[in-house]
């Protein structure tokens, strides 16, 4: 099977890498810049061997496209049934690849796809994967390992400075120890000195009380002596000598208790504090989006590059300033609400009450529509078919650049309100209202539903008010949704990604697109002045995550009720707005 094959590392050596250097046209002869590509004879073209390309009778009908969107030329292998016929059809049924015969001969009934168209998206899609690990995972991975070693460091820093700490915190408990210590000693000796000195008080009182008593003895001694009888004490006042003085009192001392300080090794580990580690979830780390990676960016999908030869890498990164590059006015419309870039510099421009108009890069009126009016009520696709709502209100028309009209879609009960066409796989992206209900729906080329967003996995109302659609490079739909007051935001599947409400309590958006680096440009406008900071005359600058980048425009460059937005070839930003039929045209990346 061809695509099961090992990857041809020649090959992908001969591969270009996109937008890093010139590339010239493989017309024989011709040494000018290639910018188109014709997939039947896998030759690249510059803009003039294209146009004589396709006015040549025997190449007139073969498939021209922008270089970036060519097929990959499919190896060479031939059938083993039929020797004489290439592989080149895919059985979808079977999963087998096929020549003419045998699709012919034995699934007939099968589903048959091109096999170099499935071959050049996957060969497509395994070259953007070697871009995104070179350009961004590789250096976003390595970026994140440095600051794994860079936290390493930090963590054992702050390890050692715990550790000092803890040993500071013991040596100034061990110091108040010894202070309490020296402290209570001072304080025993001062209660030893208080008992003993009333001791020796009483033991003082004792000693004189005994020596009276030894006196009195003495006495009763002299009476009992005496021989006289004339004024003989013993006989006359003996009375007044029995009078003994009571012992004096004295009291026995209360000893002091020591009660032992109640503590344990929780209790020491208290005092010396306590490592802990925050209740905190961990903050993941930051990982760039591949938009915000590095300064310079991916590079864009035209490159005009008129003249010289040149080997400079051809790179976009945000500008350091918006410049106002021209203006230009439309004529037939009083302002503009929403603009749908067309081929060659061409806009289909309209204001809210549904005129519809077609103008040059010049603001010249080419053709003119009235329909049924509203905000992003149309789209222009890869082809040049404008997309939109007619005068009738739930019918979405087609109009090719053969000015021929068809109804392609009609939406039943609901009333669609913004339109996109995919430039990825040329979907058909409708944001659409019934009462209070909102949804996006995805139809393919020929208007048959592939896909009905309306709720999200909680069962909870995805829009409000979808009037401005877009879809962004990696196939999220992003909506400027009036109701929600955000910038509502799915991916591919419909699953909600994020809802931007701006910087402040209030945020009303408009119109909404993307660039080719995948940022969302949406501009907001007053409503009331009372509303608060957030609401205010500016374009929006956000990357594909919904992370606010910056203000391109603000109500000082003389701007002023902003509608209407897109996103050139040539990577400029026009701006149409409510009060003026006049475009301005602003250069943010360089």
């Not at 392609?408 to 944001?431: A, E, Q, Y």
């Not at 501009?523 to 391109?552: A, E, H, K, M, W």
Request: glycine share 6%; proline share 4%.
């Amino acid at each position: 099977m061809a695509l099961s094959n090992p990857v041809n590392t020649k090959a992908l050596q001969n591969e270009p890498v996109i937008g890093q250097h010139y590339l010239e046209c493989g017309t024989e002869g011709c040494e000018k810049n290639c910018q188109f590509y014709c997939n039947l004879c896998h030759r690249p073209l510059c803009e003039r061997c294209r146009d004589e390309h396709q006015k040549s009778p025997d190449t007139k009908n073969h498939e021209v496209v922008p270089y970036r969107q060519r097929k990959r030329q499919l190896p060479e292998e031939k059938c083993k049934v039929h020797q004489n016929k290439d592989i080149d059809i895919m059985c979808e049924d079977c999963q087998v690849p096929l020549c003419s015969k045998c699709a012919m001969q034995d699934h007939r009934k099968h589903a048959l796809n091109d096999l170099e168209t499935i071959y050049s998206e996957r060969f497509t899609l395994c070259l953007d994967e070697i871009y995104k690990i070179h350009q961004y995972f590789l250096p976003t991975s390595q970026a994140i390992q440095k600051d794994v070693m860079k936290d390493t460091k930090e963590i054992k820093a702050t390890m050692d400075k715990i550790r000092t700490s803890i040993k500071a915190e013991a040596d100034i408990l061990k110091s108040l120890v010894d202070t309490v210590t020296s402290d209570k000693i001072e304080q025993i000796n001062k209660m030893e000195e208080a008992y003993i000195e009333k001791l020796q008080s009483q033991d003082a009182t004792c000693k004189d009380y005994v020596s009276y008593l030894e006196d009195l003895v003495k006495e009763f001694h002299g009476y009992l002596s005496s021989t006289k009888l004339q004024n003989n004490t013993l006989i006359f006042s003996l009375v007044d000598r029995l009078n003994i003085r009571p012992i004096p009192e004295t009291t026995k001392p209360v000893p002091p208790v020591f009660t032992a300080g109640q503590y344990s090794k929780e209790d020491v580990a208290k005092l010396l504090g306590r490592v802990t580690v925050p209740d905190t979830k961990p903050e993941n780390r930051e990982i760039k989006s591949t938009e915000t990676a590095s300064t310079h960016l991916k590079p864009t999908e035209k490159m005009k590059q008129e003249g010289e030869k040149s080997d400079v890498k051809k790179t976009l990164s945000l500008s350091f300033f918006v410049t106002k590059v021209r203006e230009y006015t439309v004529l037939g419309v009083p302002n503009l609400t929403h603009l749908s870039q067309d081929k060659s510099g061409r806009f289909w421009g309209s204001d809210y009450r549904g005129t519809l108009v077609q103008i040059d890069f010049l603001g010249n009126q080419l053709h003119k529509i009235q329909t049924n009016g509203g905000y992003g009520y149309h789209t222009v696709t890869q082809y040049g078919d404008l997309i939109y709502k007619g005068n009738k209100k739930k019918v979405i028309n087609r109009r090719t650049p053969k000015n021929a009209v068809t109804e392609l879609i009609k939406t039943g009960d609901w009333t669609p309100i913004s339109i996109h066409s995919s430039r990825i796989n040329g979907d058909i992206l409708v944001g659409m209202r019934k009462d209070e209900e909102a949804n996006v729906i995805r139809y393919n080329k020929t208007g048959k539903e592939i896909q009905n967003i309306q709720r999200d996995n909680k069962g909870q109302k995805v829009y409000g008010d979808p009037h401005y659609i877009t879809e962004n490079i990696n196939g999220d739909i992003c909506t400027s949704d009036y109701d929600k007051q955000a910038v509502v935001v799915v991916n591919k599947s419909g699953q909600h990604r994020f809802s931007y409400k701006g910087q402040g309590s209030w945020f009303i958006p408009w119109g909404i697109c993307t660039d080719l680096l995948g940022h969302i440009l949406v501009c907001t406008t007053p409503v009331n002045v009372f509303y608060g900071i957030g609401n205010r005359d500016t374009v929006y600058l956000l990357d594909q995550d919904g992370q606010f980048l910056s203000l391109l425009l603000t109500e000082q460059q003389g701007i002023n009720n902003l509608r209407g937005l897109s996103v050139d070839d040539e990577n400029n930003l026009h701006v149409g707005q409510k009060d003026t039929n006049t475009v301005t045209v602003y250069k943010y990346l360089q």
